[in-house]
């Protein structure tokens, strides 16, 4: 029997499961797809309710999680199979190539600002509104940092050209054209996963013209440009002139609570964000007006309904109980115009700056393969089921592997940490047992 544990993301809530079980003495492995650990919340510039600087709060966590003497981080690796049962489990790790030895690496930059594709590739980490090299550390505060290699645009790999450029500037001697996949297989104990979610791509609601209009833009797309770590510094600005939207639009339930889109669910939280938004366009200029079209609030956690009041009367943001049929465009402005229906006042419109559409909050793309690699279960929208929702809602439906945070359902970063505690208990409570350590009554 192994008393290791694996832990799949590393995300804010793998994290918080790694660190509770580490502290417990427990041996963790946590395996993360991207090049660093942090996750979604890493792209967040505050959280609701208390307005504080996300990435102040998870920094500290990630580099104790990667610098704990009981875990050891992973990244850019993925799980390809798995066998055996708890107590036992026999698992796969490809630990792709970054091209970059870790061990050398000292995150100085060097050959990011070498690289001669440097300024031409579409940075995903800020949602493709700013742009990076093909050799690239993913943001500033990431963990580990080190530079990786895209293999997908570097000249080199895909053309044999510019190798000596990257060398050159590396005095460590970092680079490494000849690294290949590493294949990791362990035993394991107990696993827990906690692969969080993605946003739905409001481009399927044709209404509302994301991907038409310049100036329709998703939420996570505000956070990266309100960010004083994104492509803009923190200034909000237009797409279409770089000039700073006065009137904001915020549509809630975009892709959500839609039989056409699959996902007749509430996600619970795009009310709290989208006030939170609103709160940061006022609090970088108090004559920035902002309205909120939304379905019904559900103000429901701890300090919630009071985030909603002060949204009302300390920042002046304006609710409007609609949900919005269409929105057009001035073609020589670009302004928008936001069509909605009111009760007792009929079809109006509203001409705003901006529109910030709050989408849906989707199944990872990866949760249905890695659930048939487990064995477990996934729930009809393809979220990771728990073998009883009430009484055990961190297992899955294979005893000794558990689940936790937004892989689960959609939920904010208070309840994602809970969930990676709570899951970290459990399998610690599960080996424990099992090595005869302890007796449940």
């Not at 981080?73 to 870790?102: M, P, Q, W």
């Not at 990771?384 to 970063?413: E, N």
Request: glycine share 8%; proline share 4%.
């Amino acid at each position: 029997m192994s008393e290791d544990v694996l832990i799949i993301g590393g995300g804010v809530c793998g994290i918080q499961a790694a660190l509770d079980l580490g502290d417990k003495g427990f041996n963790v492995w946590m395996v993360e797809k991207e090049p660093s650990i942090g996750g979604r919340m890493a792209l967040l510039d505050k959280v609701f309710p208390t307005n504080d600087c996300s990435i102040c709060i998870l920094a500290p966590k990630m580099i104790t999680c990667f610098n704990h003497p009981k875990v050891n981080v992973l990244t850019c690796s993925e799980v390809e199979h798995v066998t055996g049962s708890a107590g036992n489990f026999e698992v796969t790790i490809r630990k792709k190539a970054r091209y970059v030895d870790e061990k050398k690496c000292t995150g100085c930059d060097a050959c990011t600002q070498a690289c001669v594709l440097k300024g031409k590739i579409p940075d995903e980490w800020n949602e493709g509104f700013g742009t990076r090299s093909a050799a690239y550390i993913p943001f500033m505060q990431a963990v580990p940092r080190v530079a990786i290699i895209d293999s997908e645009k570097c000249l080199y790999l895909t053309k044999k050209k510019c190798k000596k450029e990257c060398e050159a500037a590396c005095q460590r001697g970092a680079i490494d054209f000849d690294m290949t996949d590493e294949i990791i297989t362990r035993k394991f104990g107990a696993i827990i996963v906690a692969i969080g979610l993605v946003m739905f791509d409001p481009s399927e609601v044709t209404e509302y013209g994301y991907g038409r209009f310049d100036n329709v833009i998703h939420s996570m797309e505000y956070e990266r440009l309100i960010n004083a770590s994104g492509p803009t510094g923190g200034h909000l600005k237009r797409k279409s002139d770089g000039e700073r939207p006065k009137r904001i639009a915020y549509i809630q339930c975009v892709g959500a609570r839609d039989l056409r889109t699959g996902h007749p669910y509430c996600c619970s939280v795009c009310c709290m964000y989208a006030t939170k938004d609103a709160m940061l366009a006022y609090m970088h200029h108090d004559d920035t007006e902002n309205y909120i079209f939304y379905t019904d609030l559900r103000a429901f956690g701890r300090g919630f309904d009071e985030y909603i009041r002060r949204g009302a009367q300390e920042y002046k943001i304006k609710y409007i109980r609609s949900r919005p049929g269409e929105i057009t465009e001035d073609p020589i402005s670009k302004n928008l115009y936001v069509w909605y229906d009111t009760p007792g006042k009929g079809v109006s419109s509203m001409e705003v700056d901006m529109v910030v559409l709050s989408t849906a909050f989707v199944p990872n793309p990866s949760a249905k393969r890695l659930a048939q690699i487990l064995g477990v279960e996934v729930d009809e929208y393809g979220f990771f089921k728990a073998s009883d929702d009430l009484l055990a809602p961190m297992d899955s439906t294979v005893p000794g592997i558990f689940i936790a945070g937004a892989c689960t359902r959609p939920m904010d970063v208070t309840d994602a940490v809970t969930q990676g505690g709570a899951a970290a208990d459990r399998a610690a409570q599960v080996l424990t047992e099992a090595a005869g350590k302890i007796t449940v009554a």
